[in-house]
């Protein structure tokens, strides 16, 4: 499934991962490996090599094709740098019409809108394109810039999950945020 999407006024494009961007992308998560050790699941040492990454995108890229879940890459336009990562992940059709959303970017380009923009993009995607009815996200209470990546895109602050994922080696309450299509107005403008 070939599909890109842009942001040109914050050089940003989107597009599903495949396993030609494993290395680049095995690159992007081993920089961020130390950085973002606190907000991250412990992950043993296999995880950070070709052949766990060439599997896990694989196994993505299998999830789009089954429409239930999809890793956008974050690349600059200007030189197609793979700087970040958006999915829409647990893709649930039917009644529900939901799914949840995760991210990251390289710590060099924090700041300036860039994670913002691909949010906006990706939220944008599963609405149009997927035609969820909600997206939803989990945070930490800690990660202020994750909070406000989301509530600058519509999210809305549902609640705390307590003990809801395993962070950094133990189980850590989580901010809830949620956006709706219905709020698919407000994303886009």
Do not use: W
Not at 22 to 51: A, G, M
Not at 90 to 95: A, C, E, P
Not at 99 to 110: E, R, T
Not at 136 to 165: C, D, H, I, M, W
């Amino acid at each position: 499934m070939a599909l890109t999407l842009y942001d040109t006024a914050n050089g940003i494009s989107l597009r599903l991962l495949t396993p030609q961007d494993t290395q680049s992308y095995l690159d992007l998560i081993q920089i961020t490996r130390v950085p973002y050790q606190s907000v991250e699941p412990v992950r043993d040492d296999e995880f950070y090599t070709l052949d766990a990454q060439t599997r896990r995108i694989e196994d993505r890229v299998k999830a789009a094709e089954d429409g239930t879940g999809y890793q956008f890459g974050i690349y600059t336009i200007k030189d197609s740098l793979l700087i970040g990562q958006v999915s829409i992940n647990n893709v649930v059709l039917g009644v529900a019409n939901y799914a949840d959303m995760g991210y990251f970017i390289h710590p060099d380009y924090q700041g300036g809108g860039r994670m913002t923009a691909a949010v906006k993009l990706a939220a944008a995607y599963g609405f149009r394109a997927l035609k969820l009815n909600r997206i939803q996200a989990a945070v930490l209470p800690s990660n202020k810039g994750s909070q406000r990546v989301l509530e600058k895109n519509g999210f809305q602050f549902e609640g705390t999950a307590r003990k809801y994922l395993k962070i950094n080696g133990k189980y850590q309450d989580h901010q809830i945020y949620a956006v709706l299509a219905e709020d698919l107005d407000e994303l886009t403008n």
